[in-house]
Nanobody, 120 residues
């Protein structure tokens, strides 16, 4: 069983910073991409940032220049550095991993979610 454990969420003032971590464990053969999603109250879940095993990154327009996604492939861990936080960033943040459990079986997994609240 593959498990994703998230950490780093919490309450922060506008303009502050947080760093989210997501560590994957279990029978993952290899990873294609690691992603961060978020879901604010009353809204659909949206993709915030993604990074492939080759290092390519993409960001939602709303977070470009403020958030940075990074990874440690050897440890199957993905990070989201969140700077200059705004109240609009308040949401539950979810880690997602897309990969293979064997060389021929593809799957994806989700973290439990971590609450980020930006408020004065």
């Amino acid at each position: 069983q593959v498990q994703l454990v998230e950490s780093g969420g919490g309450l922060v003032q506008p303009g502050g910073s947080l760093r989210l971590s997501c560590a994957a464990s279990g029978s993952i053969f290899s990873i294609y991409a690691m992603n961060w999603y978020r879901q604010a109250p009353g809204k659909q879940r949206e993709l915030v940032a993604t990074i492939t095993s080759g290092g390519s990154t993409n960001y939602a327009d709303s977070v470009k220049g403020r958030f940075t996604i990074s990874r440690d492939n050897a440890r199957n861990t993905v990070y989201l550095q969140m700077n200059s936080l705004k109240p609009e960033d308040t949401a539950v943040y979810y880690c997602n991993v897309d990969g293979w459990v064997t060389p021929s079986v593809r799957d994806d997994w989700w973290g439990q979610g971590t609450q980020v609240t930006v408020s004065s």
